[in-house]
């Protein structure tokens, strides 16, 4: 085999891989899981930690007042 045969049969399958991908990505039976996950990073979680300028604002001076 030379290099336009190897170069054309490795065009095909990334070709077909790219359509499976997005066949996969697009397919409506997993439209609501996507849905959900897609929400994931905006789930409230169990213990919050407190941003750096809510941490700031609880720090207190050395005479223990806010």
Known sequence: MDAGTVGAISTVLVTIAFFG???WAFSPKLKKRFE?????PFADDEEQ????TQAKNNQ???DGRK
């Not at 959900?36 to 994931?40: C, H, I, S, V």
């Open 21 to 23: 991908v997005c066949f």
């Open 36 to 40: 959900e996950d897609a929400k994931l």
């Open 49 to 52: 930690k407190p941003t750096a």
């Open 60 to 62: 207190t001076d050395d």
